[in-house]
C-alpha cells in the first residue's frame, strides 16, 4: 500500500501530458518558435526585394520595442536600418501591431579598385577585383544605394572623379563615356526647311549620340541646341 501511495503521488507530480507526449507548455512553446520562424522568413523576403542584388540572412529577433510575439500576424513591414546589422518592423496582426528588431546580415557583389584612375579614364576589366561586401554595416551600408552592383557592365563608362585603390566602385564615381567631349571640334547642319547649311563649331559640353547638346558656331559665334548624330550636330530652325 506504501509503495503504490509512492507511485500514485509521483504519477500525480508529473506534468499533463498531450495525446503528442508533449504539455501544453512545450505545445505552446512550439507555435511560438513556428510563428517566430515564419516571421523571420518573412521579414527576410521583404529585405530581399528592397535588396534584390545582395545575399540577405535574418538571424533572429533580438528584442520588441512595443507589444510582443503575435500569436498570428497577416503582414509584416520593413520600417528602417541602423547601419549596425539590425532591422527594425512592425508587425500587423486584426487591431494589434507590435514592433521589433532582428539581426540580419546583407551581402552583395561589388568591384574594388586595385589601383588608382584619374577623372575621366575609361573603365576597364583589369582596373577591379569582385569582391562581395557587407551592406548592413559598416562603409557598405553608407553607401548601399550608390553600390555599383558587381555583375553590372562597366563597358562604355569612365570615371568622373579620382578613384582610390581598394575603394568600392560607386555609380556616383562613373559616367557614360561622351561621344564629343566640351570643346571638342564638331561639324553643325543647320536645317531650314529644305535648305541645310553647314558649319564648324566646338562642343560646350559632353555629349551623348542621339541626345541634345549645345556648340557654338566658329564662324557667327551664335550658340545651338542639336540632336548629336553620327556626323555631327544638326539643329533645327
Known sequence: GAVLGIVEAAHSAVPEMSRYGQTPAEKLQD??????????????????????????????????????????????????????????????????????????????????????????????????????????????????????????????????????????LLTTAVQRTPDVRRGDAVQIRLHSGELILTTNGTALEPGYRTERVRVLSAKTKREFSGELKAGGVEYRS
Open 31 to 168: 507555435r511560438r518558435v513556428d510563428i517566430e520562424e515564419r516571421l523571420i522568413f518573412t521579414l527576410q523576403s521583404e529585405l530581399q526585394k528592397k535588396y534584390p542584388q545582395a545575399r540577405v540572412e535574418v538571424a533572429r529577433i533580438t528584442r520588441w520595442l512595443r507589444g510582443s510575439l503575435p500569436a498570428q500576424y497577416e503582414r509584416i513591414q520593413v520600417s528602417g536600418e541602423n547601419g549596425r546589422g539590425e532591422v527594425q518592423f512592425e508587425v500587423y496582426g486584426g487591431d494589434v501591431s507590435s514592433t521589433g528588431v532582428a539581426s540580419y546580415s546583407a551581402w552583395m557583389p561589388a568591384r574594388l579598385a586595385v589601383r588608382r584612375l584619374q577623372s575621366g579614364e575609361r573603365l576597364k576589366a583589369e582596373d577591379f577585383v569582385a569582391q562581395d561586401v557587407s551592406i548592413s554595416s559598416g562603409q557598405g551600408y553608407e553607401m548601399r544605394n550608390v553600390l555599383l552592383e558587381g555583375a553590372a557592365s562597366i563597358q562604355g563608362l569612365e570615371a568622373r572623379q579620382s578613384i582610390q585603390e581598394g575603394q568600392m
